[in-house]
């Protein structure tokens, strides 16, 4: 027995017991390995399931691919948007529309190995909602990139309220509760694995060994890392805020000692602070830090501003493998059953 509140395919026949959402971007070369191993893996574990491959305006061959795969096994199902969204986004449409009991997310370069699933099964079974992978070591990464993931991962532990794991990635699988509690939250500047953290529930991890890229190229490169974290830490700390008003105070303690200084300095005759140099230096430093503190509140209002508009996460241009549902939904906001569209 499964600890769903749900019992497997309750209020709907042929909802699939497990879905499992593949963002795709450029991945031409990795997809037939893909649904090989993940078709074995699900295979294997017994359960109905639907693998939902969301593609986030792939450039190449990747659509006319999945458009294949989904014509030889009506399992695979397809959400096409109608441009890139990114990778965040991608993973949201897949939980609006997965209708498994348990949902699992993996990435399509295969890194995060499918056969983990099974794993994660048992753990949803034993009545854990969320269980996150967890990775003990990357293979074929280089230095910099591991240095820069460890200390991102402990400096926004460190900064935030919310108990973010360590070291977890996006692969993960959570059960339809926490899926549908998921469909709530619908701000633009997306940190999936910080969001169902947040959510709580019970969880656990699971270690891992993460392979190397099967094939293509990084979809992460080190400026999306960069957007990454900033929308990580924007939606859960203010840290960055409170530092302004940190440095307003120190500085001010600190021209206070300086006036003083000066003062007896020049009642003593000494002329050490004579001249436009060390004033220059003083302007330049402050102008520098109220600068950093703009562009720092400037980041948090752009947010508020994305917000404000409210227009959808995502636009979907096709999708395939789906039924009974009107041609442009709107985002589903605490809904009972995910939506769905014609095929």
């Given at each position: 027995?499964?600890?769903?509140?749900?019992?497997p395919?309750?209020?709907?026949?042929?909802?699939?017991?497990?879905?499992?959402i593949v963002?795709?971007?450029?991945?031409?070369?990795?997809?037939?390995?893909?649904?090989?191993?993940?078709?074995?893996?699900?295979?294997?574990?017994?359960?109905?399931?639907?693998?939902?491959?969301?593609?986030?305006?792939?450039?190449?061959?990747?659509?006319?691919?999945l458009?294949?795969?989904?014509?030889?096994?009506?399992?695979?199902?397809?959400?096409?948007?109608?441009?890139n969204?990114?990778?965040?986004?991608?993973?949201?449409?897949?939980?609006?529309?997965?209708?498994?009991?348990?949902?699992?997310i993996?990435?399509?370069d295969?890194?995060?190995?499918?056969?983990?699933i099974?794993?994660?099964?048992?753990?949803?079974?034993?009545g854990?909602?969320?269980?996150?992978?967890?990775?003990?070591?990357?293979?074929g990464?280089?230095?910099?990139?591991?240095?820069?993931?460890?200390t991102?991962?402990?400096?926004?532990?460190?900064?935030?309220?919310?108990?973010?794991p360590?070291?977890?990635?996006?692969?993960?699988?959570?059960?339809?509760?926490?899926?549908?509690a998921?469909?709530?939250?619908r701000?633009?500047?997306?940190?999936?694995r910080?969001?169902?953290?947040?959510?709580g529930?019970r969880?656990?991890?699971?270690e891992?060994?993460r392979?190397e890229?099967?094939?293509?190229e990084?979809?992460?490169?080190l400026?999306?890392m960069?957007r990454?974290?900033?929308?990580a830490?924007?939606?859960f700390?203010y840290?960055?805020?409170?530092?302004?008003?940190?440095?307003g105070?120190?500085?001010?303690?600190?021209?206070l000692?300086?006036?003083?200084?000066?003062?007896?300095?020049?009642l003593?005759?000494?002329?050490?602070?004579?001249?436009?140099?060390?004033t220059?230096?003083a302007?330049?430093f402050?102008?520098g830090?109220?600068l950093?503190?703009?562009?720092?509140?400037?980041?948090?209002?752009g947010?508020i501003?994305?917000?404000?508009?409210?227009?959808?996460?995502?636009?979907?241009?096709m999708?395939?493998?789906?039924?009974?549902?009107?041609?442009d939904?709107?985002?589903?906001?605490n809904?009972?059953?995910?939506?769905?569209?014609?095929?």
């Amino acid at each position: 027995m499964t600890n769903s509140p749900l019992p497997p395919n309750a209020g709907a026949p042929d909802r699939p017991t497990l879905s499992v959402i593949v963002p795709i971007f450029n991945e031409e070369a990795v997809i037939p390995e893909l649904y090989r191993r993940m078709t074995a893996v699900l295979e294997d574990i017994g359960e109905s399931w639907e693998m939902i491959c969301v593609n986030d305006g792939s450039r190449d061959r990747s659509l006319e691919m999945l458009r294949d795969l989904h014509d030889r096994d009506p399992r695979i199902k397809l959400v096409n948007f109608s441009r890139n969204f990114g990778h965040q986004i991608a993973i949201t449409a897949g939980m609006d529309y997965a209708q498994g009991d348990a949902v699992v997310i993996i990435d399509a370069d295969l890194q995060d190995p499918p056969e983990l699933i099974g794993a994660m099964m048992e753990k949803w079974r034993e009545g854990y909602e969320v269980v996150y992978a967890v990775r003990s070591e990357r293979r074929g990464e280089s230095f910099f990139k591991l240095l820069t993931a460890r200390t991102f991962y402990r400096l926004l532990r460190s900064i935030t309220d919310v108990d973010i794991p360590l070291d977890a990635g996006d692969f993960r699988l959570m059960d339809r509760r926490v899926v549908l509690a998921m469909r709530r939250l619908r701000e633009h500047h997306r940190f999936m694995r910080g969001l169902s953290s947040w959510l709580g529930f019970r969880q656990i991890g699971i270690e891992y060994e993460r392979a190397e890229r099967f094939a293509g190229e990084t979809k992460y490169p080190l400026r999306k890392m960069l957007r990454l974290t900033m929308d990580a830490i924007t939606s859960f700390s203010y840290l960055p805020l409170r530092l302004s008003t940190y440095f307003g105070f120190s500085l001010a303690l600190v021209s206070l000692i300086g006036i003083i200084l000066t003062i007896a300095l020049r009642l003593s005759g000494n002329s050490a602070f004579a001249g436009q140099a060390t004033t220059l230096v003083a302007v330049l430093f402050l102008g520098g830090i109220q600068l950093i503190f703009l562009g720092i509140i400037g980041e948090y209002l752009g947010r508020i501003y994305d917000e404000s508009k409210d227009r959808p996460l995502y636009i979907v241009s096709m999708a395939y493998g789906f039924a009974d549902v009107p041609d442009d939904p709107p985002p589903p906001v605490n809904l009972q059953e995910p939506h769905a569209v014609v095929d």
